[in-house]
């Protein structure tokens, strides 16, 4: 008796034990990448934390000089100002890959700086960006480049804009992409969640076994409507939602009657159990009275559960706008989707944004179904 | 008006809750149910108006067989049957007017109430029924805002509503206290005096010989007893109650 416990009690160690090596094993676990791919997680972290919502209108001065290259291919420029907005090259011409340094003295503060070169033919070139410091000076190394050379006797210009940002601070337009993102999502959890409840209300009452599994069709009603709901709950949302793109291709609507169909399940369970656990005194009462079948569900039963059921809606809107977010991700539209389009092209700033609307969106939901069902008990 | 004949109800566990009871009830009586929890009383209410189908036997209500009749009749006949319970059995969230105006499913417009819409005589006559016992000012609250007297009495205006010629009362009073007792059997009473017939199970006998005209009672689902309530003397009593009753008896009678 003793030995068999033991021998149980080593045997299921050891099965625990290989479970865990064999999951440790496909899953690849290195925690230690946790710590060494640190530096990673926090320029990502950063981006995530300064989302793009707001921008400001953009002033841009622009101040330029001729820079002739090589030397003596064409004339410099004449006279340098020593006041008011100005750029002092340290040269004032140069030979090609030679290297100057060029300095900006009472341009705009604490703007973003572009230095290019306009070349004789008109077209621009960017060759770097700076900033200003508090006193509209910024100072930086350029590189007289072989492509900068003078044309019959035209020079180059080295132009130099000055970004200052200026008037009140309006939504970006990331921002106006995630909210009509996150309308689709949150509109496309109610509309799922108001045709499934359309649905599933009515299909619930013949899956309640205080109303239906009377007799054997009743009997036999109840065990299908059971059937059909378990069925159907046991797909998950986006293995349903990849079936119906194949069926609708990609976007919002096929997303939309993914959830709409584990909606139908899942609120259609739940519903049946409230009409399975009402008061059946007040039923008995109406039947009584020689009210008919479906005026004793109007009378008796319906009033007993609308606060539930409608709690339910709520709860399951709540839940949708969640997987209807996740199953934007694969292709369904909504914020999901824009999400991944985001990640995809590595605007974290961006994603940010989006995940930040998802954020405060869930939380929303969740604070508003907990306080529709705290007032309807 | 009503004979009973027969009639024993097996339960689908294999209880045995009615034996070949038989009995008659004639028009306009106050007819007492009486025995010990358990004896069978709100089983033979119900096989009355079919919330429980009997097993054997046969009931008449004015010679039209309640027992054979198909859904339709039987919701016919139903409707000239009212029934009040001992859990009063409203609607809580529902408004006092609606538990009243529900007594009249029977009668109104199937389409119209489906939808909730009420005649304006339909409210009017469930104002009536609620001013009968004496909560009118009651109709917009909602029936779980009442205490439980007003809500037996919403029970019994919603069985007026049906314009019945016979109530049965499983034990209208067992919930709530002897003064309030006494004042639904009072309404009970009036509407008996009105001419409607009433059938009533009841615990206590001072209450039974206060109102009954006529006692049925029953012990192990058998009728033991039919008479007035002065014929249940000691011995008639122990065999109702059984041998261990004596004391409450007399704390009761
Ligand atoms: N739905 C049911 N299924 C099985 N047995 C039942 C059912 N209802 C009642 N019984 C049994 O039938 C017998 C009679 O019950 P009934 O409720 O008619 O008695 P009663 O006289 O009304 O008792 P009480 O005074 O407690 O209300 C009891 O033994 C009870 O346990
Ligand atoms: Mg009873």
């Known amino acids: 008796m003793k030995t068999s416990r033991l021998f149980r009690n080593a045997l299921i160690t050891t099965l625990v034990i290989a479970a865990f090596v064999v999951s440790y094993n496909v899953t690849d676990a290195d925690f230690g990448k946790l710590f060494r791919n640190l530096p990673n997680g926090q320029k990502l972290i950063t981006d995530f934390l300064t989302p793009d919502v707001v921008t400001r209108d953009v002033e841009t001065r622009t101040v330029s000089i001729a820079f002739p290259v090589p030397c003596d291919s064409a004339p410099a420029e004449a006279d340098l100002p020593d006041n008011g907005p100005r750029l002092v090259p340290s040269v004032n011409c140069a030979n090609p890959l030679e290297k100057f340094t060029l300095e900006g003295f009472d341009l705009e503060p604490d703007s973003e700086v572009v230095i290019r070169w306009k070349l004789p033919d008109e077209r621009t070139m960017t060759a770097i960006r700076t900033n200003t410091d508090a006193e509209g000076y910024f100072t930086f190394e350029v590189e007289a480049r072989p492509i900068i050379a003078s044309a019959n006797g035209v020079a180059s210009r080295l132009e130099v804009d000055t970004l200052t940002p200026v008037g009140k601070f309006k939504p970006s337009p990331t921002l106006k992409e995630v909210l009509d993102a996150m309308f689709v999502t949150i509109f496309m959890a109610l509309l799922s969640t108001t045709i499934a409840t359309f649905i599933a209300a009515p299909l619930s009452f013949l899956a309640a076994s205080n109303i239906t599994r009377r007799g054997l069709i009743g009997s036999a009603v109840y065990y299908l409507m059971r059937f059909i709901f378990n069925v159907l709950r046991a797909y998950d949302p986006l293995s349903m939602a990849l079936l119906f793109a194949f069926w609708l291709t990609f976007g919002p609507f096929p997303g939309a009657m993914a959830l709409t169909v584990v909606t139908i399940a899942s609120l259609g369970k739940l519903f049946s159990e409230a009409v399975e ?65 985001y990640i995809n092209d590595f605007k974290w700033n961006q994603a940010g944004t989006a995940i930040w609307a998802i954020v405060i969106v869930v939380w929303a939901m969740d604070f508003l179904s907990a306080e529709v069902r705290k007032r309807l008990t | 008006m009503l004979r009973i004949q027969n009639v024993s109800k097996t339960y689908p566990n294999g209880t045995q809750a009615l034996k070949n009871v038989s009995f008659d009830v004639k028009d306009g009586e106050f007819l007492v149910v009486i025995g010990l929890s358990g004896s069978g009383k709100s089983t033979l209410l119900r096989c009355i108006n079919r919330l429980i189908d009997p097993t054997e036997g046969q009931i008449f209500l004015d010679d039209v067989d309640i027992t054979a009749a198909p859904p339709a009749k039987l919701r016919q006949i139903r409707r000239k049957i009212g029934m009040v319970f001992q859990q009063f059995n409203l609607v809580k969230r529902s408004s006092v007017m609606t538990n009243v105006l529900s007594g009249r499913l029977g009668y109104v417009n199937p389409w119209t109430s489906l939808i909730g819409l009420w005649s304006a005589d339909e409210k009017k006559r469930a104002i009536e029924a609620l001013g009968r016992v004496g909560i009118a000012d009651k109709a917009g609250a909602r029936a779980d805002a009442l205490s439980g007297g007003q809500q037996q009495r919403v029970g019994i205006a919603r069985a007026l509503m049906q314009e019945p010629n016979l109530i049965l009362a499983d034990e ?15 309404y009970l009473e009036q509407l008996n005096k009105e001419g409607i017939t009433v059938i009533c199970s009841l615990h206590f006998l001072d209450l039974v010989h206060r109102y009954a005209t006529r006692v049925v009672a029953l012990k192990d689902g058998i009728k033991v007893f039919e008479g007035s309530a002065q014929e249940i003397d000691r011995a008639r009593f122990k065999e109702i109650y059984g041998e261990e009753a004596q004391e409450v008896r007399a704390a009761s009678v």
């Open chain 1, 277 to 341: 656990n009402i008061d059946p005194g007040p039923v008995e009462a109406l039947q009584a009275t020689g009210a008919s079948p479906i005026h004793v569900v109007r009378y008796g039963v319906l009033p007993q559960v609308v606060p539930d059921f409608i709690s339910y809606i709520v709860y399951h809107w709540d839940i949708n706008v969640r997987i209807s977010t996740i199953i934007g991700f694969v292709g369904g539209g909504g914020i999901g989707y824009l999400l991944n389009l």
């Open chain 2, 172 to 186: 209208p009073v067992a919930s709530l206290d002897p003064v309030l007792s006494h004042s639904i059997l009072q």
